[in-house]
């Protein structure tokens, strides 16, 4: 045996340490456990992902044809911060027509990366919008109720349950000292301490006192809410991937929906 | 010859992208304003138009479309992260209201838009987006009040799905079957129109009651990607402002108040809220704004204010300041609403009115250099808790009487 390695072979022995297959796969790049992940699942729940995206409603206002500019990539705020980049994803789109597992190799953690900020359907000259992609994407993975949404899905619990049972998301009791945002500093602790007597005292009559929702909605328009919710499938993709939520939203809209048949 | 800068070549080439290869967006936009049209000649739906009697004023948008801007007679569509965390957004844009006379509908029959939780979750669809649109948008037409939409995430979404109820029978028929089970209809408002839409064109009537001096005052603006980059033929531009390559509200508000506007070189950049990553994933959220944001703002132009017009802006850029000065960072610049400031150029009170209290980036400064004494304001606050505390009723903001209720 040769006591040195020609540049050549040095070369091919590095990239053999690298998954080949998962960084040339399709010749679209993305997280290579992710590649790997597609390459184990279940060709059946890829292509009903797959097919789910594509009848999409909006999916053919989203996807025209890319043609590779990348002006989406270049103005996307995940692509400087992480692993991500709206050209891959309509690409990947694009090409999932044929091979259902170029999307699914998205599902896990790509998509996630996402701000929604839709810079990149501002500036595609193909009128291609990759952040709506995702959204369907994501409203896909949901349904489809996969471990890795799950996981996603987890530390949103509270946020899902006070939005689907009050009908605001965002709510003063968010500041709590225990609760999110503690990364707002001693400001506020500084409110959480103060909070009751500062709400009481804002000056709008639907906001004064309010601390468990954002203002003080009607409980008739939370039974309707609920009644939207339970019949535009809301609930059903809330018990797929968060069903400690579903379960309890399901309960709520039960008994609005017993509330609205006693008084008709 | 002076060579143009990196920030002029992309509002060059933006602008070109806009006005001839997005083209074909704009006639699609178009075309779903006229079928909306023929929808409601045929009875499939009802459009809630900005009649007469709500004293519109007309704007020009991307598309070079005339809109239409109710300026009295408000329904107000409140925002959940405004209202939530952010109290003095909503206060103070009622205050004006009331200063102006401007009749204004604050009702408890609304849900947020649930958009948010959409974009950030994935746990919603088209069907349960547009039934609460059409849902929040029937009471308004109820009490014969235009929607005026506080969050720009609500507006980019009734955009979007105000497109897709239009432009799609299945799905308008699913939604109208459900609106049918609450005992609603279909009822879609004629244009959307975001606050900052409202403020922009009675920025004169603000001016013209401009109390404090704001000529030393240097601004910066942030403009919300769902309000401009979302469906962006529809937002409000001005010939005047900016040339017109830019969304005009704001700006034009704290231009017709006096101050002055610095510029920077990442305008074009998102906040770097991200629906998901403010909520379960701050740090990303909070590296975009410092690094992108925050801190070229102060670097290039030492402004004394960052104003922007949306909920999860605010937010964002004001809360993401409070990690990176702990680690011995130096960049700092308060950030407020445009109704905010533009309250405080009229005078309204800091904390009872505006609530700055509630926002953690340092506005002393700020408050200073406006002429307002912030500590002798302050003990007027606690004054004021003190007395609701025992029991007096808090000076709520009213509308003024309609003129057709």
Known sequence: MRAFLTRAEKARTRLGRLNQQGWLYGGLPGLQWEVENARKADPEVMRSIRDDVQSHAAFHDYYRACINCGNCTAVCPAFRFADFGPRIVVQKVMHSRDEPELLYQMVDQYIWACFQCYACWDVCPAQNNPGGLVAIIKEAAVRHGLESTKKTLEPYSRILYKLATTGTQITPDMHSSVALFRDWGPHKAELASHLKEYRDAVPVETLAGVTDKSWNVDPKTIDELLTIEKESGVIDMLKSSAKDVGDVVEEAAAEAMARKDDHD | ?405
């Open chain 2, 1 to 405: 010859m002076t060579e143009p800068s990196a920030s002029g070549l992309f509002d060059r080439a933006k602008f070109a992208s806009n006005a001839r290869l997005t083209a074909g967006t704009t006639e699609e936009y178009l075309r779903m304003l006229e079928r909306m049209r023929e929808l409601e000649k045929r009875g499939e739906l009802c459009l809630h138009h900005v009649k007469d009697t709500y004293q519109p004023t007309t704007v020009r948008t991307l598309s070079r479309r005339e809109k239409r801007i109710p300026t009295v007679d408000l329904w107000q569509h409140k925002s959940c992260g405004q209202c939530g965390h952010i109290p003095g957004y909503v206060t103070a844009l009622y205050w004006i209201m009331a200063e102006l006379g401007v009749p204004f509908v604050d009702d408890t029959n609304q849900t947020s838009c649930t958009a948010w939780n959409y974009y950030g979750s994935g746990t919603s669809n088209p069907v349960a987006l547009s039934a609460v649109f059409v849902r929040n948008m029937h009471v308004a037409w109820q009490k014969d009040a235009y929607p005026l939409i506080h969050c720009g995430t609500s507006y980019g979404d009734y955009k979007e799905v105000r497109y897709l109820l239009v432009m799609n029978d299945e799905l308008r028929e699913r939604v109208r079957t459900i609106l049918q089970k609450i005992g609603r209809d279909i009822v879609i408002p004629e244009e959307l129109v975001h606050y900052s839409e409202w403020l922009h064109v009675i920025r004169d009537r603000l001016a013209e009651r401009r109390k404090l001096d704001l000529s030393k005052i240097k601004v910066v603006v942030h403009s919300a990607c769902h309000c401009y980059k979302m469906m962006s033929e529809d937002f409000t531009y001005d010939d005047a402002i900016l040339d017109g390559l830019r969304p005009a509200p704001i700006t034009s508000v704290a231009l017709a108040l006096g101050a002055q506007i610095a510029d920077y070189s990442n305008w074009y950049d998102c906040c770097g809220f991200g629906f998901r990553h403010i909520l379960t994933e701050r740090e990303m959220s909070r590296s975009f704004a410092y690094f992108r944001k925050i801190q070229p703002i102060v670097r290039e132009t030492q402004a004394d204010v960052l104003l922007t017009h949306d909920t999860g802006c605010v937010t964002t850029l004001d809360k993401s300041q409070v990690v990176p000065l702990a680690h011995g960072y130096k960049e700092t610049v308060p950030v407020l609403s445009d109704a905010q400031f533009a309250a405080l150029a009229m005078g309204a009170h800091p904390f009872i009115v505006c609530q700055v209290h509630w926002h953690v980036a340092d506005w002393r400064p700020l408050l200073q250099k406006m002429g307002i004494d912030a500590e002798k304001a302050w003990n007027e606050y606690r004054e004021y808790v003190e007395n609701v505390k025992r029991g007096m009723k808090p000076n709520f903001i009213r509308s003024p009487p309609r003129t057709h209720a």
